[in-house]
C-alpha cells in the first residue's frame, strides 16, 4: 500500500511538472535617449560625396528578457544637417535635402523605423554584430523593409544598439539626379544608394 502512494505521489509530481508551462521572460520597455544617441549620413555622387547628420525625434525599444524584441524609432527629417560644408554652400546643400527633390522635409517631418524582428547570430565576437534586424523604414510616407545586421548591447538600465545600413533613395520617390529615373545626366548623377551609421541609446 505504501509503495503504491509513493508511486502515485510520484505520478503527481510528474504530471504537476509538465501541466506548468515555463516562465515567460517578462518584456521590458525603454525610452530612446535623443541626445545621447547618433544619426549619421554619407552619399556619393560621380563627382564627389557629402556627408552629415541628423537627429531622432523620440522612439522606444522591448526586450524580453536580455534580447533585442521589437523598437521603433522616429527620425526628425528637420534636423537634416551637412557637416562637410560650411557658409553659402552648406546652406544650399541643407535647402536642397529637406526640398521635394529630396526628402521633402515641409510635408514628412519624420521618418520612421520600425523593427519587426531580431535574431540573434550564435558564436559571435565581443565587439562583432551579433544580430539581423528585419525593420520597416518609412521615409516620405512610404514604407519598405529593410534587412542589416547590428551590434545589440542589453542591459538592466538601458539598450544600446549600432548599426550600419545602405538606404536607396530610389525606393522612396526621390528622383533627383538618379539614373534609375533619367538617363544621360553624366557627371551629375548622385548614387541613389547612401550609407547610414546609427548609434541608438534607450534607457529605462
Known amino acids: 500500500m505504501k509503495k503504491y502512494m509513493l508511486l ?15 516562465a515567460k521572460k517578462a518584456d521590458a520597455s525603454y525610452t530612446v535617449d535623443a541626445a545621447a544617441s547618433t544619426f549619421k549620413w554619407h552619399a556619393t555622387k560621380v563627382t564627389g560625396e557629402h556627408s552629415g547628420v541628423a537627429k531622432f525625434a523620440k522612439g522606444s525599444v522591448v526586450t524580453s528578457g536580455n534580447t533585442l524584441k521589437s ?10 544637417d551637412a557637416t562637410d560644408l560650411t557658409g553659402e554652400y552648406h546652406d544650399k546643400l541643407v535647402g536642397h535635402l529637406k526640398s521635394e527633390d529630396f526628402f521633402s522635409v515641409a510635408k514628412f517631418g519624420t521618418a520612421t523605423i520600425k523593427v519587426k524582428s531580431a ?24 514604407t519598405k523593409e529593410v534587412s542589416f545586421p547590428a551590434l545589440v548591447v542589453v ?27 533619367f538617363e544621360g545626366l553624366g557627371d551629375k548623377a548622385i548614387s541613389d544608394d547612401f550609407n547610414v551609421k546609427v548609434r541608438v541609446v534607450a534607457k529605462k
Open 71 to 80: 523598437a521603433e524609432i522616429m527620425v526628425d527629417m528637420n534636423t537634416i
Open 155 to 181: 542591459n538592466a538600465k538601458e539598450v544600446i544598439v549600432n548599426a550600419d545600413l545602405m538606404v536607396n533613395r530610389a525606393n522612396y520617390d526621390i528622383k533627383y539626379g538618379s539614373s534609375s529615373f
Open 119 to 142: 535574431t540573434a547570430i550564435k558564436g559571435t565576437a565581443k565587439d562583432a554584430n551579433n544580430y539581423t534586424i528585419v525593420a520597416d523604414l518609412t521615409i516620405k510616407g512610404i
Open 8 to 22: 502515485m505521489a510520484i505520478a503527481g509530481l510528474g504530471l504537476s511538472a509538465i501541466a506548468t508551462p515555463p
